[in-house]
Nanobody, 123 residues
């Protein structure tokens, strides 16, 4: 079982930056896909970014493309989401997720989830 713990959320003003971290425990060689999702109150959980652990395949949602960057540190088993030029509409709880079989933008394709970290962007 993969365990995921997000951190790094907080309150920032529009135009600011945050770096989210996802500490991964119990990862196996087959846990090769990591994703970031977010969910605002009253909204469905939406895709943000996905990458293979190798880092050679990365895909972003159109809403964050050019502003967010997903990356990982193999030695530390940590996945990052660097968020720049934040907008009020980025306000949400951000979740990291792991998948064994899917390189996907669908939340239903991910079996392991963290508890989430709150990101609030003021206008």
């Amino acid at each position: 079982q993969v365990q995921l713990v997000e951190s790094g959320g907080g309150l920032v003003q529009a135009g600011g930056s945050l770096r989210l971290s996802c500490a991964v425990s119990g990862r196996t060689f087959s846990t090769d896909t990591m994703g970031w999702f977010r969910q605002a109150p009253g909204k469905e959980r939406e895709f943000v970014a996905v990458m293979r652990w190798s880092g050679d395949s990365i895909f972003y949602a159109d809403s964050v493309k050019g502003r967010f960057t997903i990356a990982r540190d193999n030695a530390k088993n940590v996945v990052y989401l660097q968020m720049n030029s934040l907008k009020p509409e980025d306000t949400a709880v951000y979740y990291c997720a792991a998948s064994r079989n899917y390189y996907s933008s669908k939340s239903t394709d991910y079996a392991s989830w963290g508890q989430g970290t709150q990101v609030t962007v003021s206008s």
